[in-house]
């Protein structure tokens, strides 16, 4: 059998390739840049060795933090992080190479703008690959195809990932002794276990996934067998209800290991001071250039169209379940049930000027004030009205784990659609799902990415924003 994993490789390869070709388009562009406004003469006196230095420190570079446009189980965001890794990587090598090689290096602050073009260019060209290569996995190309064997608790976790397309794992079916409802599972029921070696021995599968508990049973000696004599990767899924969002993550505990139900980046004292120090500085940056033109405007339109305050200010639930006093731009008239009563479509209570400017996220550009008083992060689960917290606390049993984190102007559920008027519980479920996955893969790309989608949205107007 020829294995798919051999076009894995060569779509490996040609996504390089594009790289290496993107790099080169660029210094391409700086060359001829260069010869029509003559701002760097090194360039025309070293041009070919410059180009194959260039070329040597960004595949040493490459090849040191791997490209990951196209590998299935990675985030855009882990992309973003890579690019900004690689592009500092290359530019050290090179000018090593070059002072080895006795010629000119670009000075600091050349260095630094080459560093910030070079990475815009390539985190374009990485998210286009990473678009054509979900394009190419959605027509079924590049797919591996794959088997679960046995059914426990994480079995549906397990089918959610083989079926989504971006990961072009192919999942054939299950097999397993007990009934199986198999629209709420998303597989079909191939056979009991015992159908399983026969299966395997007749079609062209890649991976097999089983239920680690069938681990010690007898039938399991002939599956394992027939999986190795068709040269197939065998992956054990774990019998214990992880959750959706959860990971099973190890710490170290006096001479022995514990394994934790939850893995908290922020909990890291490094990570917190880089998360506030970006919320300090674009919250000042924001506040002292921006926010007083939009101020005036949204100010001198709101007391022309309705009575009351400019300022709209609710109690709302806040880290570690502390409640603080949450800013925004009055959107409505003067109600008593604002702090109890969500906004719903077509909410009377919601004046004009304040539905457009709800439809563009405008209300919530106070917030930035609480970011910068330490309520709130600009990335973050948001904060709900206390009597959410309240009622929904009581309902959803991880409700509060949200609260682990400052609560943040916009979030992954936000980008993810899991934000407007929550009609039902589930749909409030949703959303703590979001907020936890949040909390557990925290990391710095990751709010750049959701800080971008949450801006295209602004631009594009959200229609859950009533």
């Not at 050349?110 to 070079?118: P, Q």
């Not at 998210?127 to 027509?139: C, D, Q, T």
């Not at 570690?320 to 925004?328: E, L, V």
């Not at 907020?435 to 959200?462: N, P, R």
């Amino acid at each position: 059998m020829k294995s798919a994993y051999n076009k894995v490789y060569c779509l490996i390869a040609i996504v390089a390739m594009i790289d290496m070709a993107t790099v080169n388009v660029g210094y391409l562009i700086y060359y001829f840049a260069d010869m029509w406004l003559r701002f760097d003469n090194l360039l025309f006196e070293h041009n070919f060795l410059y180009w194959f230095l260039f070329n040597i420190s960004y595949f040493i570079s490459i090849n040191t933090i791997s490209i990951s446009a196209h590998e299935r189980l990675t985030k855009p965001q882990e992309e973003l992080r890579n690019a900004s890794r690689t592009i500092p990587l290359s530019l050290l090598i090179f000018m090593t190479l070059a002072s080895m090689a006795k010629v000119p290096t670009p000075g600091f602050i050349k260095a630094v703008l080459l560093c910030f073009a070079a990475f815009m260019l390539i985190s374009v060209e990485r998210m286009i690959v990473r678009k054509a290569v979900k394009h190419v996995r959605h027509l079924g190309k590049y797919n591996l195809s794959s088997i679960i064997i046995g059914y426990g608790p994480s079995t549906n976790d397990i089918v959610d990932v083989l079926n989504d397309r971006w990961n072009g794992l192919n999942l054939m079916g299950i097999f397993t002794d007990g009934e199986l409802d198999e629209d709420a599972v998303g597989a079909k029921r191939l056979g009991g276990v015992d159908d399983a070696v026969e299966y395997i021995k007749s079609h062209s599968l890649h991976d097999v996934f089983i239920y680690r508990p069938l681990y010690d049973d007898e039938r399991m000696k002939i599956v394992l067998n027939a999986c190795y004599q068709n040269v197939l990767r065998v992956y054990y899924m774990p019998d214990m209800m992880v959750g959706r969002t959860s990971y099973v993550y190890p710490y170290r505990f006096g001479d022995t290991y514990i394994l934790a139900t939850r893995h908290e980046p922020l909990l890291k004292m490094r990570n917190r001071c880089y998360k506030r120090i970006f919320d300090v500085s674009v919250s000042l940056l924001f506040l002292c250039t921006i926010y007083p033109i939009v101020y005036a405007i949204v100010a001198i339109v709101t007391k022309l169209t309705s009575a009351g305050p400019i300022y709209f200010k609710q109690e709302r639930t806040g880290y570690d379940g502390r409640s603080f006093i949450c800013y925004k731009f009055r959107s409505m008239d003067i109600n008593d049930d604002a702090d109890r009563k969500q906004a719903t479509k077509d909410d009377n209570r919601v004046t004009k000027f304040g539905y457009f400017i709800r439809h563009y996220n405008i209300d919530e550009l106070p917030q930035f004030i609480n970011v910068l008083k330490g309520d709130m992060s600009i990335v973050g689960p948001r904060p709900h009205m206390v009597a959410h917290t309240e009622y929904y606390g009581k309902i959803i049993s991880e409700y509060m784990i949200r609260h682990l984190v400052r609560p943040g102007i916009t979030g992954l559920a936000q980008v993810s659609g899991c934000r407007g008027e929550t009609k039902t519980v589930d749909d409030m479920r949703k959303r703590v799902e979001k907020d936890i996955e949040y909390i557990e893969s925290w990391g710095f790309w990751q709010d750049i990415v959701i800080i971008m989608h949450t801006v295209l949205m602004v631009i594009k107007g959200d229609k859950q924003a009533y």
